[in-house]
């Protein structure tokens, strides 16, 4: 089993308890800072999410079924009062306790189901090849999203289309698509849209710049629509990367590299996924 595999294990044996990321990383065999990337990049959630919601939606069934009262169903899914529960119960499905318990039923929420590791986000790709990078400096327009929400990727994208060609500096025509770990904010993560630039004069405004180390790559290939990386990066963090024997780099998480085999207007092509590793 993998070693998200078993933080998940875990997590499914232990989420109606008092646990903690110490805990599931222990479980997995990985620090919390690795745990937390990578389970992030998998799983498209923080674990601290990805725990509230199995606890939330064990707490709609029990409700659905009537057979507790709503304080009873709140501190079994580690709540202190009535209104902490309601306010964590609204927020995940948009309706409140009372309503599911009156309702009886849960067909009108969307429950949290437990990942499966063999589901159909597990699918074969190409094995990497592996280069040594110089290091490169990046500038583009980053935002800060949650794990298991990244709509906004493609309007950040619509906006940095409309500078790359012409970004003061820019060298090549390769666009990068770049996730680091998020200063401070457990769950979420920065994405750079950015080009390579050769200095950091005259940018435009709200561009930022990242300079990354030379290091060794893995470079897998994302094919067909660009909707399903998610799934390619999946299956590199939770099939390719445990019976590798290589340890994931520092920097960035993952770097996307758009070249001419990626049209970006139908969102079809061959698209590079470059992850840094230590052998």
């Not at 008092?18 to 674990?47: E, M, N």
């Not at 659905?64 to 501190?75: C, K, M, P, Q, Y």
């Not at 969307?110 to 110089?134: G, H, N, Q, V, Y």
Request: with cysteine; glycine share 10%.
């Amino acid at each position: 089993m993998s070693a998200i595999g078993r933080a998940i294990w875990f997590i499914e044996s232990h989420f109606a308890e008092d646990i903690s990321l110490d805990d599931v990383a222990a479980a997995a065999g990985l620090s919390r800072y690795h745990l937390s990337r990578v389970f992030g990049l998998s799983a498209g959630r923080s674990i601290s999410a990805y725990i509230r919601g199995r606890r939330l939606s064990g707490a709609a069934l029990a409700l659905a079924n009537g057979t507790s009262s709503i304080l009873e169903v709140a501190l079994e899914a580690g709540y202190g009062s009535h209104e902490a529960f309601t306010r964590a119960f609204r927020e995940q499905f948009g309706v409140t306790p009372e309503s599911i318990r009156k309702q009886r039923h849960v067909r009108n929420v969307e429950l949290l189901e437990p990942i499966r590791m063999d589901d159909a986000r597990t699918l074969k790709i190409e094995p990497p090849r592996f280069e040594e990078s110089p290091g490169l400096l990046l500038a583009g327009l980053a935002e800060t999203y949650d794990y298991n929400r990244t709509e906004g990727i493609p309007s950040l994208w619509q906006r940095f289309n409309a500078y790359f060609g012409s970004i003061p500096g820019q060298h090549g025509n390769i666009a990068y698509g770049v996730c680091t770990q998020s200063d401070g904010e457990a769950g979420r993560f920065r994405y750079m849209a950015a080009a390579e630039i050769r200095d950091a004069e005259a940018l435009p405004s709200g561009f930022s710049t990242l300079k990354l180390p030379r290091q060794r790559y893995a470079i897998f290939v994302h094919r067909g629509h660009i909707s399903g990386i998610a799934n390619t990066a999946h299956h590199i963090f939770t099939t390719w990367f445990p019976q590798s024997g290589y340890r994931h780099g520092e920097l960035p998480d993952l770097m996307e590299r758009y070249d001419e085999r990626f049209d970006p207007h139908s969102g079809m092509g061959a698209v590079e996924i470059w992850v840094p590793v230590k052998g």
